[in-house]
């Protein structure tokens, strides 16, 4: 069952708390799932060019860099090996000092390759409250308004991935609670690929 899947969400709609339970449920069902987080790699990268910055402070730098770095990313994570689905955890949008950057613009859309795209979505006031609770992370504002613009903003790019990649798009839902049943959703989705 080999192919990249694209999971995106917006910061704060509980991304990291579903891909781990991901993991678990599909190790508990004996799927093989291998699951990378684009942001991790980037980070990684930008280490490497002598810049150890902290991972909610890279979409500050320059989109030149960002871009470049980007890039890299994906390269390096179309060469993962294995034979398993391959979960790229990654974003829609990227919100920068210069504007909303695109998280998977062509190049780095036609590096993945990917079969499908899931977008992880919860409520405008779940996201905010999420965002406004969580201290581990450099948050932008925990507004209602703010989530309910992100998520659109989530969808916009989605499909215009979805267009350019020709591959179809599935939206779960995270409910305050239910990140196991989240995950399941994930798995159903990943496992009935043709
Ligand atoms: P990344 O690490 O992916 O950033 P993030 O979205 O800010 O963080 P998380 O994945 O941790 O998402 P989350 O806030 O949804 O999840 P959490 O589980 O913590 O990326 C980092 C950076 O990398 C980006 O900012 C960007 O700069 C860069 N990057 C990434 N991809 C890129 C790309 N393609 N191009 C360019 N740059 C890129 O949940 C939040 C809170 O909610 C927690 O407190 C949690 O306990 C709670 N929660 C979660 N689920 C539930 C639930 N069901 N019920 C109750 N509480 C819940």
Redesign the pocket.
Known sequence: MPGTIIVA????????????ELEAVAREKNVPLKII????V??ELFKKRGKAIH??H??REEISL?AR??QQ??RVISKTPGNSALVV???MF?KTTEGI????PRK?LEALDPEIIIL?E?EPE?VAR??A??S??Y?DTGSVEEAKSDLQWSRYMASANAVLAGVPIQIVH??????RQ?ATDILDIIQKRN
């Open positions: 969400g917006i910061p704060g709609v509980g991304k990291t708390t579903v891909l781990q987080n684009f942001g991790n980037m980070n991972r909610d890279m979409r960002q770095v980007q990313a994906a955890d990654t974003h990227v950057w695109p998280g998977t780095v992880i919860a779940e999420r965002r609770a969580d581990t992370r948050r995270n409910r305050d609670g239910q990140q989240t």
